[in-house]
């Protein structure tokens, strides 16, 4: 089987530098400066480098240690997935608005189907060419300004492939036909699904391009690999990739996860964090208009051993107390004691009803999250009075801006926004009353 | 040990005796048994589980007293299966012989001495009619709950005041709450007992017409050494058997009856139990059915537009105004199987609030308030 598809019809998109980039387009004084997103505690890791920050070496899942160290200088912010969420968003209709038939793949990467865009009959180069170029318009128009990178080939790996080839900002085509002389050269790790442990295995086989892999018969792959990873790779080394795009699935869980500064033991404090990650999971739920059926934990030992325990419950439920109730139980089944580095909460079999408990009304109100122990400072995203660098806030006298840093009871806000251009940096008192956070503005009810 | 016994006597002994032998004895390999014990009164067979215990009394001829301990499980297959002929059952060196017609049977024994002594039958307080008490049962444990993280909940209330009990079970999703007459030996006896729903299940299944029921309860109930009792004469023999009551405080449900309602219906249930299982169809398993009551009528509907929908028309008496509930269509299976009389009474307040279920006589009768089925309705989402 050749490529399946004989046109170019699948287009794969990429934001650059998605979250540093949305930071600087919200902070024009960080435009032209490295920015690194990503986890601020001890063990964070790094989301996102601007570009300006990937030419000191600083690459997405660093440590943070290590690209503060190669980049001293940047700045290091938490991150605001609610932005990050929003402009996506924005993003993704700008696709559906190209085809129906979208595959999101995360916040910042999506394939689509051109085969299904019925104003799109001719799908030459040229053409396919323009499509692109009016995409990516389109996707700075509705990003305020962001860039992305467009690949458009055959098949899902080889316009994944060509969008990395001309990024960020480009457009890449690959004209059917010429996907095997385009991928002989390049090195195994492009494809998907080849990370360092398979490229490891293969680099002992004498295979580092893939013009190596070629040559390797299937059931050399398969004792390599395994039977599924093996054989897929057979077939992706030349070209062939028949996945279908995939419209956008309805998400099957939700989850809310944290790993911790330091290994935690005191069960009260587990508990209390089981009981914050199953208001945060309910709250999901209810905006999305789900309940859940099946509810999961998930523990990561301190030697990064993972337990996961779930339970389903007799009918869907969006109820914290129900879901808390059911965490904690299975949490007792873990031994904890030797520490916990990460624990989550999840919740799938989606539904959209719920069966009520009788006893709801009797449920013990729910704790507002201050009355437990501390649990925002063992999450590592904060300091004692909840600033954060990279934060939305807004004074009373100063207006809106955001947090460049805090510590020692005193906070740093450079009071900018995307419209205002740079603006200038103050530090005040961390408990300045006049200081608070700032919410999203409402979405233009376009 | 040598006695003779009826087929169908021993039979049903058995089955009854072998249902609280554990499945799984674990370390206690003896539990899995039978005792049998020949005696100047008959022949004795006991089960235990450390929880529960059943013995029954046979009235049989026995030429040689002794003790056995056989396997419950392997006695019971064998008993269900003899021919209808009388039974000759004797000890044949380690091994038991039974012998019934033409058919031969040897069986291992284990060692008697190392059988747990059954608990003792607490003193009796009261005794019920055993057709009123297999009837309030079966209809009490509709809604008890089956989730073993929950232990409280897989209990049976029994709440017993001067000559009337009240038994009370909920899954938290529905309860159920039964009314049930019976003969205390003392007027002012006042007590509250939570009885697995299980043991309470099995006991009213196995009471023969006509029988009254001994019940049998340790003076202050409750607490976690709780021990309750029954005694009855069934299938040819005098049986009794005792269960530790469950450790922890049952909810206050009883409250959760609303004391008035905004809409209240009247449906045959013969009709509406048809229509819910047609509609239900296009329903997966636990996914809603929805029940408009207005205009004299009550329409039913399931499924969703990108699937398969149903949806069917009943006359309804309605009280009050139109609403649109919806209910797990097993759970409201359920309370129509349990309530009596040709016709349910349905009491409803708002669509997210419980709704009561109670039978009635007749279609211009009262609802007969002995039995009342609450059930939480789901709630549509967005």
Redesign the interface.
């Known amino acids: 089987m050749e490529a399946v598809r004989d046109t170019a019809s699948v287009l794969h998109l990429d934001l650059d530098a998605f979250f540093a980039a949305v930071e600087q387009r919200d902070k024009p004084s960080l435009r032209g400066r490295p920015v690194v997103v990503g986890g601020l505690g001890p063990r964070g890791v790094v989301a996102t480098a601007s570009y300006e920050a990937r030419q000191f070496g600083v690459r997405s899942a660093m440590s943070m240690m290590e690209a503060r160290s190669r980049c001293p200088h940047a700045a290091f912010l938490a991150g605001r997935f609610d932005a990050y969420r929003r402009c996506s968003a924005d993003v993704m209709a700008v696709l559906h608005d190209l085809s129906p038939l979208v595959e999101p793949l995360s916040l910042d990467e999506a394939y689509v189907d051109l085969s299904a865009a019925g104003q799109l009959t001719d799908l030459s180069p040229a053409v396919l060419f323009d499509v692109a170029e009016g995409l990516r318009r389109e996707v700075s128009r509705v990003t305020g300004g962001l860039t992305a990178s467009v690949g458009i080939g055959s098949s899902k790996l080889v316009a994944k492939i060509a969008s990395e080839l001309d990024k960020p900002d480009g457009v890449v085509v690959v004209i059917p036909g010429t996907e095997r002389d385009l991928l002989r050269p390049m090195q195994v790790t492009v494809i998907p699904g080849v990370g360092p442990a398979t490229g490891n295995r293969l680099r002992m086989l004498g295979v580092t391009t893939i013009d190596d892999l070629e040559r390797l018969s299937v059931e050399e792959l398969v004792r390599v690999l395994g039977q599924a990873h093996g054989r897929s790779l057979f077939a992706l080394a030349r070209g062939e990739d028949d996945r279908a795009v995939m419209a956008e699935r309805e998400s099957k869980s939700i989850s809310v996860e944290d790993t911790f500064d330091t290994d935690l033991v005191e069960p009260a404090l587990l508990s209390a964090i089981v009981d914050r990650h199953a208001r945060a999971v309910c709250e999901r739920l209810?905006g999305?208009?789900?309940?859940g059926r099946t509810v999961t934990i998930k523990v990561r030992q301190h030697d990064f051993t993972t337990n996961t325990r779930s339970?389903t419950l007799?009918?869907p439920t969006?109820r914290a107390a129900v879901v808390s109730r059911v965490a904690r139980?299975l949490l007792r089944e873990i031994d904890t004691s030797a520490g916990v580095r990460l624990l989550g909460v999840g919740v799938s079999g989606l539904?959209?009803?719920?069966?009520?408990?009788?006893?709801v009304d009797?449920e013990p109100p729910e704790e507002p999250v201050a009355a437990a122990p501390t649990p925002v400072d063992v999450a590592g995203r904060s300091t004692a009075t909840g600033w954060v660098a990279g934060m939305d806030v807004e004074h009373d006298d100063f207006g809106p801006g955001w947090v460049w840093g805090a510590g020692l009871g005193r906070v740093t806000v450079r009071f900018e926004t995307a419209e205002t251009g740079v603006g200038p940096v103050r530090t005040l008192a961390a408990d300045d009353n006049r200081l608070r956070r700032r919410p999203l503005p409402a979405p233009d009810p376009a | 040990m040598k006695f003779r016994v009826d087929r169908d006597v021993l039979a049903d002994a058995v089955a009854w005796t072998a249902r609280s032998i554990p499945a799984r004895p674990g370390t206690i390999p003896q539990l899995a048994g039978i005792l049998m014990v020949a005696g100047p009164d008959g022949l004795e067979l006991s089960g235990f589980d450390y929880e529960t215990s059943a013995h029954a009394q046979l009235p049989v001829e026995v030429a040689d007293e002794g003790k056995a301990l056989i396997s419950g499980r392997l006695l019971a297959d064998i008993c269900r299966a003899l021919p209808d002929r009388p039974v000759d059952v004797s000890m044949d060196g380690a091994k038991v012989s039974l012998t019934c017609g033409s058919s031969r049977f040897s069986m291992q024994t284990m060692p008697v001495e190392d059988y747990p002594a059954l608990p003792e039958l607490p003193p009796v307080v009261g005794s019920v009619d055993g057709d009123a008490f297999a009837a309030a049962v079966a209809q009490a444990v509709t809604a008890a709950g089956r989730d073993d993280m929950l232990p409280v909940l897989t209990g049976v209330k029994l709440e017993i005041e001067g000559a009337t009990i009240s038994l009370l079970a909920t899954d938290r999703f529905r309860l159920s709450l039964r009314e049930l007459d019976w003969r205390p030996e003392q007027n002012e006896f006042s007590a509250n007992a939570l009885v697995p729903a299980k043991v309470l299940g099995d006991t009213a299944r196995s009471l023969t017409g006509g029988s009254a029921l001994q019940v049998a309860l340790a003076a202050d109930g409750g607490g976690s050494d709780g021990l309750i009792g029954f005694s009855w004469t069934a299938g040819g023999s005098d049986r009794r058997t005792t269960t530790r009551l469950i450790d922890g405080s049952f909810p206050n449900v009883r409250q959760l009856f609303p004391a008035t309602s905004e809409t209240t219906a009247v449906v045959e249930v013969a009709a509406l139990v048809e229509a819910v299982r047609r509609v239900s169809l296009v329903a997966g398993r636990n996914t809603p059915i929805r029940l408009t009551f207005s205009d004299a009528q009550v329409s039913l509907e399931a499924g969703n537009g990108e699937e398969a929908q149903a949806s069917e028309s009943l006359d309804a008496a309605l009280d009050g105004e139109p609403i649109t509930i919806g209910f797990n269509p097993t759970y409201l299976l359920d309370g129509l199987g349990a309530i009596t009389g040709s016709h349910v009474h349905v009491a409803m307040t708002l669509p997210a609030r419980p709704a009561a279920f109670a039978g009635m006589p007749g279609e211009d009768a009262e609802p007969d308030l002995q039995f009342r089925y609450l059930l939480m309705p789901l709630r549509m989402q967005g």
């Open positions: 209810v999305s208009g789900l309940s339970t007799a009918g969006d139980e539904a959209d009803w719920v069966q009520d408990d009788l006893f009797d």
